[in-house]
C-alpha cells in the first residue's frame, strides 16, 4: 500500500504579515511550522501504514526552506519526502496549488508506486479556504471523502475504505472504493512523537526535489501567480461590533418568558429555527 500526503509550511498564524500592495502573506522573515491540520492527516496515514504496511511519502510545493517541514515529517516516520519547488510556483491560489499538486502526484505515481490513498488537512491555517484537497481529487479523478474523523476500515483485497465523516446533521458513515483522496477533520489523533531511529535517519535523509519541469508540468501557464485567477482585492480586520450583549436573569423569569424575551431581541431567529426545523 502506498499512501501520499500532501503538507504545506505556513507561517505561524500568530505572526502573519500581509504585502500592503499585492495583499498576498509576506512570508519572508516570519517563522514557518507544518500546517496544524496537515498533522491530522500524517497521522491517520503512518497509523494505517503501521497496521497494513506499505508507505508513506510526504509531498509539500513552496520555496527551498519547506524541506524543513518535510524532514520534520520525516522524523515522526514518513518514509519518503518530495519537494516541489521552482520558482514558477510562487504565488500560486488554490486552483494553481491543486494543478501542481496533482501533476507531482502523478510523478509520484511513475517513479515509485501508484498512490492508494491520498490525504489532506481539512484545509490550512494561512488561507482556511479547504479547495486544495478536492481541487486534487477533481484533477487526479480521484473519489473523495472530506471532512473525515475516522478512518473505520480500509480492506486492501476488496478495494474499499469505509471512513466516519462529520456533517451538519451529524455523523456519516461511508464506503468507497479506492484509490481516494481523504481529507482529515482536526482533533480526530494526535502526532506521535517521532522515534530516535527516525530523526536520525531524517536528519540525513535524501529529499526528492523536483522543479515544474522535472515534475512534467506541461502548461507553466497554469502555475504560480500567472495561472491564478483569485485576486485578493482588500485585507481588513472585523469592524468591532458596538452593540452590549444583554443579559437575562434566568431566575427571574420562567423558560418560556425567557424564550420569548430572546425572540423579541432577535426577530428573524423564530422563522429560521422553523426552518432549519423543516430541513431536519
Not at 193 to 200: E, P, V
Not at 202 to 224: F, T
Not at 242 to 253: H, R, S
Not at 256 to 263: G, T
Request: aromatic share 4%; net charge neutral.
Amino acid at each position: 500500500m502506498h499512501i501520499v500526503v500532501c503538507i504545506k509550511q505556513v507561517p505561524d498564524s500568530a505572526q502573519i504579515r500581509v504585502h500592503p500592495v499585492t495583499n498576498t502573506i509576506m512570508r519572508q522573515g516570519v517563522p514557518t511550522i507544518i500546517n496544524p491540520y496537515d498533522l491530522f492527516a500524517l497521522e491517520a496515514a503512518l497509523e494505517l501504514r503501521d497496521k497494513l504496511g506499505g508507505e508513506v511519502t510526504v509531498l509539500t510545493m513552496g520555496p527551498a526552506s519547506a524541506e524543513d517541514s518535510l524532514r520534520k515529517a520525516l522524523t515522526f516516520g514518513a518514509d519518503r519526502a518530495v519537494l516541489l519547488t521552482d520558482r514558477f510556483f510562487a504565488g500560486a491560489d488554490t486552483l494553481a496549488t491543486s494543478y501542481a499538486l496533482a501533476t507531482a502526484i502523478r510523478k509520484i505515481g511513475t517513479e515509485f508506486a501508484t498512490p492508494d490513498i491520498v490525504f489532506t488537512g481539512k484545509q490550512t491555517i494561512d488561507g482556511d479556504t479547504a479547495q486544495v484537497g478536492p481541487g486534487i481529487a477533481k484533477r487526479l479523478g480521484l473519489l473523495q471523502l472530506t471532512y473525515v474523523a475516522k478512518i473505520s476500515k480500509l480492506d486492501l483485497e476488496a478495494r474499499t475504505i469505509e471512513a466516519e465523516r462529520r456533517a451538519e446533521g451529524g455523523v456519516q458513515v461511508l464506503q468507497t472504493r479506492l484509490p481516494c483522496l481523504v481529507t482529515m477533520l482536526e482533533a480526530t489523533n494526535q502526532i506521535r512523537r517521532g522515534a530516535m531511529k527516525d530523526a536520525l535517519r531524517a536528519a540525513r535523509a535524501p529529499i526528492v526535489k523536483w522543479s515544474a519541469q522535472e515534475a512534467g508540468v506541461e502548461d507553466i501557464s497554469k502555475c504560480g501567480l500567472r495561472g491564478s485567477p483569485t485576486i485578493v482585492k482588500r485585507v481588513f480586520a472585523p469592524s468591532p461590533r458596538t452593540e452590549k450583549a444583554t443579559f437575562i436573569e434566568l431566575a427571574e423569569q420562567p423558560a418560556e418568558a425567557l424564550i420569548e424575551a430572546i425572540f423579541q431581541r432577535q426577530p428573524n431567529l423564530e422563522a429560521e429555527l422553523a426552518t432549519l426545523a423543516r430541513g431536519y
